[in-house]
């Protein structure tokens, strides 16, 4: 199955839809009157990548993170939000004042846009449904929207198209919620069908006798509850899909994400998890958005058990907050692609352009001018970490656990976004960002390879690349080259540079335990001349590949290094080349010498 499939469709259906939806070109303002149209000139083109108007539902912190995706193409979006100082209102192309839950309101903004989306779910569907009938193009699909707004229906629509889901059932009664107790087992996780996120909507009943309090503080049976059997997840991960109008599919890599009080609070990209796992995820989060109708970006959340179990637990037909990393760690952020996705244009590369990203949601930690202190100063430090970009929303009232704004950090690896994320956060045990992390491991069994090492080294050093040495025996020390290779990666070391003396099981065992590529240095000892640790490392088994050099020569082993990194890294690339010119220049200077002097002189002789 392919899982980055872009679409090649063009915009054509959508110019027709610009002629069917006259759209208006306004002053980016708030307007309250629904039918003030005497800003509109029909027909006068937009000259944007788009010639038409996306519509979207809802003006908050996604729609002003669609707006300013949309500006970097001159897309124009207009909102409809029911606050003036919505987040989207200052930089939407225009936003009308109104609820979007108000048929007669929905339906007077539709007029406006040649297409409708969405950036919340709670919507009018039936109002979506009555304008499709009249023509309108809604991405996603109303059929969609309604699904997913009732989260037992979307229980019931993804168990039909055969995707892995935690057991569930409808609960009319008390008597149902027992029978659903003694069926599951507990504790029993009850849920609202309808307006229930970032936790909201959740009780969990730890006996049978909890089952009552459960129910009562999800507001009873009459708003509408069912139950899920509890699923011991050991990580929860999510993964973004794009759907293009032509059905293709373009997932985000998986991410792991943390939640604080039932609400999203860390975001890990991509998620620390074997390979087969994000095959997994992916491959249901493909099926699960393919068995919907419309196009746009839909956020597939999974629960991950601890034996390797991959359930979905829900979607969101729009873009999520475990997809904010994109904006900065993906070639296409997840807004671009809705945008993209809307009016048929091809989906964007998802892939990841930095090895590493970890996302920070601003949660208000306190009411009013004392949360705003908080979190500017957190805001504060931030801006002082490399690789940090603050999005702020701009919501003018602070509430505790309101989603104020994010902090994306990105990085060579997810242990040194987390070790500067410690850092912004000021936890204890977390490294100050004046330390440059390593990205070349030098490692030996003993001093007595070091005055050989050290050559590797100084290239290192000259070349400016950060890197470590460390004495580290497959020998004396085998716990500790276990945890050096497995913890490797995770730190940010990107290639390893084992020296091999007597015996030489450094290098290969070393090699075993990491995916990182690991460069072999055969040093001459009293015995063999160096020949047993060349043989060692050039006979490794198959499966297990080591680099090498020749005896004795740490040199080439970081010149290699240099290679090797130069091959992502544009500025060490030329430098390399610069140096390779300076070798050459150097010789030809010797020969011209040689040639002028005579070999007597140039020997001193």
């Given amino acids: 199955m392919d899982k980055h499939t872009n679409s090649s469709s063009s915009s054509s259906s959508l110019k027709q839809s610009f002629k069917q939806y006259q759209s208006p070109v306004l002053a980016c303002h708030a307007s309250t009157d629904t039918n003030d149209t005497t800003l509109r000139k029909d027909y006068l083109p937009v000259h944007g990548v788009s010639e038409v108007i996306v ?28 606050l003036v100082n919505c987040p989207a209102s200052s930089i939407a192309y225009d936003h009308m004042v109104g609820s979007f839950d108000d048929s007669a309101t929905v339906q007077e903004f539709a ?27 809604c991405q996603p699909k109303a059929s969609t929207i309604r699904i997913i707004q009732d989260k037992y229906l979307q229980k019931v629509h993804f168990s039909r198209h055969g995707i892995p889901l935690p057991d569930f ?17 507990y504790p029993l996780m009850l849920k609202s069908r309808r307006l229930a996120y970032d936790g909201r909507g959740n009780a969990v009943a730890k006996n049978d006798e909890e089952l009552t309090s459960a129910v009562n503080a999800l507001g009873g049976f009459a708003r509408g509850l069912y139950v899920e059997k509890w699923t011991p997840f050991v990580k929860e991960l999510a993964v973004i899909v794009g ?89 296409t952020s997840q807004f671009e692609q809705h945008l993209r996705a809307v009016l048929g244009l091809p989906l964007g590369d998802p892939s990841m352009k930095t090895p590493a990203a970890i996302m920070y949601n601003l949660l208000g930690e306190d009411e009013g001018e004392p949360g705003f202190h908080l979190a500017h100063q957190l805001i504060g430090r931030a801006l002082n970490i490399q690789g940090t970009a603050v999005h702020w929303y ?109 015996a030489a099981h450094l290098p290969g065992m070393v090699a075993s335990l990491t995916p990182l590529p690991v460069i072999g240095v055969p040093v001459r000892a009293s015995a ?35 290679r090797m990194l130069g091959v992502g890294d544009a500025d060490l690339a030329a430098r390399m080349s610069q140096y390779q010119e300076d070798t050459r220049d150097d010789v030809l200077k010797k020969a011209e010498k040689l040639q002028t002097d005579g070999w007597e002189s140039y020997l001193n002789l």
Wanted: glycine share 10%; net charge negative; charged share 20%.
């Fill in 243 to 331: 759907r293009g109008r032509d059905n293709s599919i373009s997932c985000y890599p998986v991410v792991e994400t943390i939640h604080k009080e039932n609400i999203c609070h860390v975001v890990k990209a991509p998620a620390h998890v074997p390979w087969k796992i994000r095959e997994l995820a992916i491959d249901i989060a493909h099926k699960a958005v393919s068995s919907l109708e419309g196009a746009g970006v839909f956020a597939v959340e999974l629960f991950l058990t601890k034996d390797g179990q991959v359930l979905l637990n829900e979607v969101a037909p729009r873009p999520h907050n475990s997809g904010h990393h994109t904006i900065e760690s993906c070639y």
């Fill in 394 to 502: 701009d919501k003018p009232e602070m509430r505790k656990q309101r989603k104020m704004g994010h902090i994306t950090i990105v990085g060579s690896s997810v242990g040194i976004v987390e070790a500067q994320l410690k850092s912004m956060l000021k936890e204890e045990g977390s490294e100050t960002q004046t330390a440059v992390s390593p990205c070349v491991g030098i490692i030996m069994g003993s001093d007595s390879d070091l005055p050989i090492m050290k050559d590797a080294a100084m290239i290192l050093n000259m070349f400016g690349v950060p890197h470590e040495v460390r004495i580290v025996s497959a020998h004396r020390t085998p716990e500790m080259m276990f945890s050096y290779a497995l913890s490797a990666r995770d730190r940010g070391i990107q290639i390893i540079i084992a020296g091999a003396g007597g």
């Fill in 55 to 82: 519509g979207v539902l809802g003006g908050g912190q996604l729609g002003r993170m669609l707006c300013q995706a949309a500006s970097e193409m001159a897309i124009k979006v207009m909102v409809l939000d029911p």
């Fill in 169 to 185: 059932m409808q609960i009319d009664d008390l008597e149902g919620a027992k029978r659903a107790g003694d069926l599951f087992g």
């Fill in 111 to 137: 007029k406006r846009c040649a297409v409708l989306t969405v950036e919340i779910e709670h919507v009018d569907v039936a109002t979506m449904e009555k304008l499709e009938q009249q023509g309108v193009d």
């Fill in 528 to 562: 063999l001349d160096g020949m047993d640790s060349l043989l060692s490392i050039v006979q490794m088994p198959r499966g297990v590949p080591v680099a090498t050099v020749a005896i004795n020569n740490a040199t080439n082993a970081g010149l290699l290094a240099v």
